[in-house]
């Protein structure tokens, strides 16, 4: 059993990392070369990024949720003070999903707005976690 909590605690940060680090990458990275693109053609790649990224983000979300579902049961008691904080991690979580399913939408003309929004709210459930550590 032991063995299965570390698979899935590694596999909840390879896709929190996959998800974080892809919109960081995308919205500060990808879209500022973009820009420097001609109107038509910045659609284009932009499209086709959201495109080549929606497969992988769909995957971190479902691996996100499956493990820590997991780690979540498996972790015992919680005091009321993880609850809270789990709670206001969970909401962020729920952004950063819904929020990463409508950026990688086509013409998406609100998309560096998006990513931005999950760019702050993966740093505020990085910062979570690491509070969950010592609650």
Do not use: Y
């Amino acid at each position: 059993m032991e063995i299965l909590s570390i698979l899935m605690m590694a596999l909840h940060i390879v896709c929190a990392v996959t998800l974080v680090g892809g919109a960081l990458a995308w919205r500060f990275g990808a879209i500022p070369g973009i820009q420097l693109l001609e109107t038509a053609t910045r659609t284009k790649v932009d499209n086709a990024i959201a495109a080549a990224w929606r497969p992988a983000a769909i995957a971190a979300i479902l691996g996100v949720l499956l493990s820590g579902i997991f780690n979540l049961l498996h972790t015992g008691l919680h005091t009321p003070r993880f609850h809270m904080v789990f709670g206001i991690k969970m909401l962020l979580v729920l952004h950063v999903f819904a929020v990463t399913i409508l950026a990688t939408r086509p013409d998406n003309a609100r998309r560096t707005r998006q990513l931005t929004g999950i760019a702050i709210s993966g740093i505020g459930i990085v910062i979570l976690s690491v509070v969950l550590r010592w609650v």
